[in-house]
């Protein structure tokens, strides 16, 4: 019999053989990634069993294979192999995320737009317990929806947006997806930035480089613009201030690709200052001698159509303390 998701379930013995699972999607879920989805309703099973499984094929979106980034409707059929379910834990002091709120910019009965620090991942996994998204739900205990609308690296600061209905989620995350939304950043670069170099059109492609625990750390690299792996992105740059050493770089993103601001910069030969991935190394060393502890990159305007009244919305976070004290030193 097939479960409805978002009903009432009865409490299974937990010690019983994993079966197959057939879940149906419900009003509430419609619009969410497949990994979201079963991320949000496999609790207990690790993260990289639930995209190995969803890799795998094993996972089934009515009858047939998804992947990852497939967006589940109202009455879609899920079929889930059998996983075990690790029983709940008791939450103690060292395994709970703490309960924290962060700076507001913006919120109503929709939407939650936070300035997030730096050095704080926006959810928990790839070694990170927790992040934002967990510590407000710690937080906020009452409330019956909070979702990552998009993401921030670790180590870039300021705005980020979560959704307190499923409605406004699907409608965010489809004006990201779209290209209707605004991101602008504020990044520190290397040397003498160009005039003449406005828009950057180069395709992407994700790897992994092997080592350590798990599947390898993530890395990102320009591609020739007919390699068939690559994914087309498109980054706007303009000269905000210039520096002794360095220039204060608006970037607009019009495509969401992994670190692209971060690896688009480097390739013109102008790493963002204090980028531990595709920085320069030995600059970054003297820069943290310098007072520059972390990357700087910051997400300071976000513009973007509000999911209930449907105006416009422009949201800015001022550059943080440290990056402003970084710029202003002599």
Not at 128 to 133: A, P, Q
Not at 200 to 214: F, M, N, S
Not at 276 to 282: H, I, L, R, V
């Given at each position: 019999m097939n479960r409805i998701i978002g009903a009432n379930q009865a409490t299974s013995d937990a010690r019983a053989k994993p079966e197959v699972r057939w879940l149906t999607v419900d009003d509430e879920s419609a619009g969410q990634r497949l990994d979201n989805f079963l991320l949000r309703h496999l609790k207990g099973v690790p993260k990289t069993h639930v995209y190995r499984i969803i890799r795998s094929g094993e996972v089934r979106v009515n009858k047939a294979r998804a992947s990852a980034d497939?967006?589940?409707?109202?009455?879609?059929?899920?079929?889930?192999?059998?996983?075990?379910?690790?029983?709940?834990?008791?939450?103690?002091?060292?395994?709970?995320?703490?309960?924290?709120?962060?700076?507001?910019?913006?919120?109503?009965?929709?939407?939650?737009?936070?300035?997030?620090?730096?050095?704080?991942?926006?959810?928990?996994?790839?070694?990170?317990?927790?992040?934002?998204?967990?510590?407000?739900?710690?937080?906020?205990?009452l409330a019956r929806t909070l979702e990552l609308v998009h993401r921030l690296d670790r180590e870039t600061s300021g705005i980020l947006l979560v959704a307190k209905k499923r409605s406004a989620l699907k409608h965010l995350q489809d004006q990201f997806r779209d290209r209707e939304t605004?991101?602008?950043?504020?990044?520190?670069?290397?040397?003498?930035?160009?005039?003449?170099?406005?828009?950057?059109?180069?395709?992407?492609?994700?790897?992994?480089?092997?080592?350590?625990?798990?599947?390898?750390?993530?890395?990102?690299?320009?591609?020739?613009?007919?390699?068939?792996?690559?994914?087309?992105?498109?980054?706007?740059?303009?000269?905000?201030?210039?520096?002794?050493?360095?220039?204060l770089l608006e970037v607009t993103i019009k495509t969401g690709r992994?670190?692209?601001?971060?690896?688009?910069?480097?390739?013109?030969?102008?790493?963002?200052?204090?980028?531990?991935?595709?920085?320069?190394?030995?600059?970054?060393k003297a820069l943290h001698k310098q007072g520059l502890k972390r990357m700087f990159l910051h997400a300071w305007r976000l513009q973007f159509?509000?999911?209930?009244?449907?105006?416009?919305?422009?949201?800015?976070?001022?550059?943080?303390?440290?990056?402003?004290?970084?710029?202003?030193a002599p």
């Open positions: 497939t967006r589940v409707a109202t009455g879609d059929e899920i079929r889930v192999p059998p996983v075990r379910v690790a029983e709940p834990k008791p939450l103690d002091g060292a395994q709970a995320a703490p309960a924290r709120e962060f700076p507001v910019l913006l919120e109503d009965e929709a939407v939650l737009a936070i300035d997030k620090p730096a050095g704080v991942a926006v959810h928990g996994g790839s070694g990170v317990s927790f992040g934002v998204i967990e510590q407000l739900r710690r937080a906020r205990p605004g991101k602008t950043y504020l990044a520190l670069v290397l040397g003498d930035w160009p005039d003449k170099l406005k828009v950057i059109d180069a395709p992407l492609h994700k790897y992994l480089v092997p080592g350590g625990a798990g599947e390898g750390e993530r890395r990102v690299k320009v591609v020739p613009k007919d390699d068939p792996d690559g994914m087309r992105a498109i980054t706007l740059v303009k000269v905000r201030e210039r520096l002794p050493g360095f220039t992994t670190h692209q601001i971060r690896v688009h910069l480097a390739s013109q030969g102008h790493p963002i200052a204090g980028d531990e991935k595709y920085g320069d190394f030995e600059r970054n159509n509000h999911p209930v009244t449907n105006q416009r919305v422009e949201l800015l976070a001022p550059l943080p303390p440290d990056l402003q004290a970084f710029t202003a």
